[in-house]
């Protein structure tokens, strides 16, 4: 059986989203200024992609790997979630490097983000059936990282759920944000001490299942619904 790694997301809406892509233009030309080579452009297509594999700034719910027959399930359930589930605000909190050297744009986590992002594990994890995502958007392969993470909550987390940016009461490794640049070959970082999350709070009201591409990005929303309960 063929299989398919897809993200289940929020979406921006049309302002907060070109200002999302002006932000990741400025920290691209920062990298690309300091002798660090871009692995893609938000609202450009992922290299090698086409005109059809254009980069769409994005908040991850929950990354999976599933059999591309059962990618209509999910679709359906989605639009089961978003039939349910209410629009909410994201606040813009902060902007901050990943461990690669990626900056992202992250929210203040809130009830409604945790809730939506159970609401999505319920209904869509299932459909996994198991399966793990050959590799995270740093590339790591993820069976490895279940072998041999020093992190026993991230390796709980990859085993449960196949991600590990799950909130539990547990551990919450749960931080909606936005990734605006990656560095494509290493782990070097521009300077972040000016940028900041204002002017990029929004209303929650669109999700989507989308197909991936290295890096973590989306590259193809295979469908998208708009929050209505």
Request: proline share 7%; with cysteine.
């Amino acid at each position: 059986m063929s299989t398919s790694t897809i993200d289940v997301v929020t979406l921006l809406p049309g302002p907060v989203r070109e200002q999302a892509l002006r932000l990741g233009e400025n920290l691209r030309g920062r990298m690309v200024a300091a002798g660090i080579e871009p692995a893609f452009a938000l609202g450009s297509p992922f290299p090698g992609a086409g005109r059809h594999g254009v980069c769409e700034p994005h908040v991850s719910l929950l990354m999976l790997e599933v059999g591309t027959a059962d990618i209509p399930d999910a679709v359906a359930a989605l639009a089961d979630i978003a039939r349910a589930r209410a629009p909410f605000a994201a606040i813009g909190e902060y902007v901050a490097h990943n461990p690669q050297g990626a900056p992202e744009l992250f929210f203040k986590v809130s009830a409604e983000w945790r809730e939506l992002q159970r609401a999505v594990i319920d209904r869509i994890e299932p459909l996994r059936r198991g399966r793990l995502r050959p590799a995270d958007p740093a590339g790591h392969s993820v069976a490895a990282l279940i072998r041999t993470s020093a992190d026993p909550d991230q390796v709980r987390q990859l085993s449960r759920y196949g991600y590990d940016e799950v909130y539990e009461e547990a551990a919450d490794r749960f931080r909606p944000h936005v990734t605006l640049a990656w560095p494509a070959m290493r782990r070097e970082s521009v300077d972040l001490s000016d940028v900041s999350a204002d002017g990029l709070d929004h209303v929650v009201s669109e999700v989507a299942v989308a197909a991936m591409r290295p890096y973590g990005t989306c590259t193809k929303i295979l469908s998208r619904k708009q929050l209505i309960g």
